[in-house]
């Protein structure tokens, strides 16, 4: 077996494991490999090689990290968890809000306290709303229309 399939199946090894791990390190070490491997098919020594490997995969890492980093920011969007998760939810109220008064809204099974936005009006029980925010552990709804 020559050199050059040594570093193809090396190359083929790291794209699988990056394709699995999703981790830059391993594409690099990849591309590191193909270009050893050309160094290889153009009959260059195995010190050129190994230098082509280490020079491939340091300047990889230094250019695909912050891009991917990018593109992976682009393409997600931020997870709400704790309190902000329940931002923008609907429920039904299980007691009336009453100017004045906490009522309490049922969301995906869990009883929370909540007021009105509007502190002058009254929404009735079994009413659809919609949580605009929260103070502590009460939430501030307003009636879905």
Do not use: H
Request: one cysteine or more; proline letters at 3%.
């Amino acid at each position: 077996m020559s050199l050059w399939s040594l570093w193809l199946i090396i190359a083929i090894i790291f794209f699988v494991t990056e394709l699995f791990s999703q981790s830059v390190w391993a594409l690099c070490v990849a591309l590191g490999a193909l270009a050893a491997m050309i160094c290889s098919i153009a009959d260059l020594s195995v010190v050129w090689q190994g230098t082509s490997l280490v020079a491939v995969c340091l300047l990889a890492y230094i250019a695909l990290l912050p891009w991917l980093k990018r593109v992976y920011m682009r393409n997600s969007r931020p997870i709400a968890t704790g309190m902000d998760a329940l931002i923008g939810r609907r429920g039904f109220l299980i007691e009336e809000v009453a100017p004045g008064r906490l009522g309490r809204v049922r969301i995906d099974g869990d009883n929370w306290q909540v007021r009105a936005a509007e502190e002058k009006i009254s929404i009735p029980a079994g009413t659809e709303v919609k949580v605009l925010a929260y103070d502590s552990i009460i939430l501030t709804v307003t009636p879905v229309k």
